[in-house]
């Protein structure tokens, strides 16, 4: 069956430090992967996607994210978190046979000032 | 900037009534999409629609249903509510389909009581 797993409910970072939020796919076929953001009582918001060339995606607000095949991950990162970046993340992935997209259930990240 | 809006922030529904939650979206999308998020749930997708008067069940269409009687506005039918439905529910818009990030509402909170 094809899934996203993000592995973390919650990730707490101290301001300034790196973040990472993990995601985990398991896709039939190329994989779309996409992040997404919601930021408390609003809807969500694009932050970027990889569909294909470099594994390297970079996309809103500073967050990039890599694209790693052989661990069929798609890790979101930030190099200096902020403590506006908390919020909810969703990774996402195209659903193959129907061309939806699937969300994740979603971590949590808080930013300790 | 691609706008989605949706008709109310929070609602509050007696088991039984007919509820409709309605989205418009003022970018001349194709796609629309109505999702619920539910804590440790995620996402997950109730209906879409493709065009005008076209509508496709997602992986949860049951208990509800759609209309798409212009592009820009897309309506969900909760025929008659049950607790079970009380979620919050995210209307989305695109442009295409699986490659194609979704621009989404502020979401509705439906209580059923």
């Known amino acids: 069956a094809q899934s996203v797993a993000q592995p973390e409910d919650q990730v707490n970072v101290a301001e300034g430090n790196p973040l990472t939020v993990k995601c985990t796919y398991s896709?039939?076929?190329?994989?779309?992967l996409f992040w997404y953001v919601q930021y408390p009582n609003r809807g969500l918001q694009f932050l970027l996607k990889?569909?294909?060339?470099?594994?390297l995606v970079k996309g809103s607000y500073g967050f990039e994210a890599e694209f790693n095949k052989s661990q069929t991950s798609f890790h979101l990162k930030k190099p200096s978190a902020l403590v506006s970046d908390s919020a909810l993340y969703f990774c996402?992935?195209?659903?193959?046979?129907?061309?939806?997209?699937?969300f994740g259930k979603g971590t949590r990240l808080h930013i300790l000032p | 900037d691609v706008k989605v809006t949706q008709s109310s922030r929070y609602l509050v529904k007696r088991t039984g009534e007919k509820v409709f939650l309605e989205c418009v979206q003022d970018?001349?999308?194709?796609?629309m999409f109505w999702y619920r998020q539910d804590p440790g749930l995620g996402l997950r997708l109730i209906y879409f629609?493709?065009?005008?008067?076209?509508?496709e069940k997602g992986d949860i269409p049951e208990g509800y249903s759609v209309s798409r009687e212009k592009k820009e506005r897309f309506s969900l039918i909760l025929e008659s509510a049950s607790t079970n439905q009380t979620s919050m529910y995210l209307c989305?818009?695109?442009f295409g389909q699986g490659a194609d990030e979704q621009y989404f509402g502020p979401g509705t909170r439906l209580t059923v009581t």
């Open positions: 989305a818009s695109s």
């Open positions: 896709v039939s076929g190329n994989p779309y």
């Open positions: 990889y569909i294909t060339g470099d594994n």
């Open positions: 996402a992935v195209r659903r193959y046979r129907d061309d939806k997209i699937i």
């Open positions: 970018m001349d999308h194709e796609n």
């Open positions: 629609s493709y065009d005008v008067k076209m509508k």
